[in-house]
């Protein structure tokens, strides 16, 4: 038998969990410019960011970006998924489709996901460690409280009223206007 006889088998592309994934960054960077205008817990943590500071979060391979930029006074811009991974600072990878659909879509949280090596990162440490807990705060209003329980070791200590006024801004002029 000759190796060089069979033909070689592409992976499957897997288009709905692509097109989820894609649609989650989109929400995630949007809610991210969103809650860096109004939510305190992130205005403090994005306060630590150095000025400029590119924030890229890329699914491997071919499964779409997202880049988010601090600009003046602490606020978070998103940028889209056309950023050049060269410009990024901080640069969260995933390394593959199906763990960005798993931590996307709420059955994994994101430590789990790097303690399974589904996820690694490039930039300052401390950077990324202070992202992280940015997405969490934004997991929290994203994700309804019982299942945000399940994909955080704590919650983040936000006032009911704060929380539930906040997910409505995000949801409806966060996404759709970026305020």
């Known amino acids: 038998m000759d190796a060089h006889n069979f033909p070689d088998i592409p992976p499957r592309r897997k ?7 894609q649609i989650v960054l989109f929400v995630l960077g949007r809610a991210l410019q969103s809650l860096s205008h109004s939510d305190p817990l992130v205005q403090q943590e994005v ?3 150095p000025e400029n500071l590119t924030l890229m979060m890329v699914i491997r391979p071919d499964g ?4 988010v930029t601090r600009g003046e006074g602490g606020r978070l811009i998103y940028r889209g998924s056309r950023v050049p991974e060269a410009q990024a600072d901080v640069v969260i990878y995933i390394k593959n489709v199906d763990g960005a659909f798993a931590m996307f879509t709420g059955q994994q949280g994101i430590d789990v996901a790097y303690a399974q090596h589904a996820m690694c990162a490039r930039g300052d440490l401390s950077n990324t460690v202070s992202v992280v807990r940015v997405l969490n705060i934004a997991e929290s209003y994203l994700f309804p409280a019982f299942l ?5 070791k704590e919650l983040p200590p936000i006032p009911l009223l704060r929380k539930h ?3 409505i801004k995000t949801y409806t002029l966060g996404l759709l206007f970026g305020l």
């Not at 288009?15 to 994934?21: E, G, S, V, Y």
């Not at 779409?64 to 880049?67: F, Q, V």
């Open 15 to 21: 288009p709905f969990k692509r097109a989820i994934n």
């Open 47 to 49: 306060s630590t960011w």
């Open 64 to 67: 779409g970006s997202l880049a």
């Open 148 to 152: 945000a329980r399940r994909l955080m």
């Open 165 to 167: 006024g906040l997910r």
